[in-house]
């Protein structure tokens, strides 16, 4: 009987965050969903080693940041092997950033083929704030034509501002990530 009980209340919830608009794409402060035919890779920080993984594993209140400081012109990439061609031009940068005041950041999607980088996506980020708060932006770039081994690169630059950081490394709702075309 308890459990039926919490069963209805649960769905109660789910139809009333429906009805208010927190399962209609309006900002909720949840993820936002993904394209049907995407990747998501996630920032992933461990130690000198910072990567783009399907699934970077943080307990609990557990996270990492990457600072990021515009006086120096600090740049931090998070690196990905690509499987094969990408295939699309919508990209998604859902990152995590705080400000020691006011700092500009801006993030590149970068292909590196035989030495060669190419920019796919890029946008910029006003950060302001010494919390961690959550920044989205999904923007049309370019369908390169990529091959398994090619490197995927996020690139993120201070410039301007105070000092700052990026979440690179939380449980997958505080995480930041990048969201790709598909991969065949």
Known sequence: MNIKLRTITIELLVISLLISGCGSGQSSGAAPEPASASLTLYLCANGSDKELTANCAAQPNEYSTANLYPKYNTTIDFVHTLAGDIKGESYTFDLWFASGGSSTFDAALIVQQSGQETVLASASF??????????????????????????????????????????????????????IPEIK
Do not use: H, M, N, W
Request: charged share 15%; net charge neutral.
């Open 126 to 179: 006003v950060v302001t704030g010494k919390s961690f708060t959550r920044y989205t932006q999904t923007v049309s770039g370019i369908d390169p034509t990529t091959t398994a081994g090619d490197i995927l690169i996020l690139r993120i630059s201070p410039t301007a501002g105070d000092p700052g950081g990026v979440i690179s490394k939380s449980v997958p709702e505080g995480a930041s990530s990048v969201t």
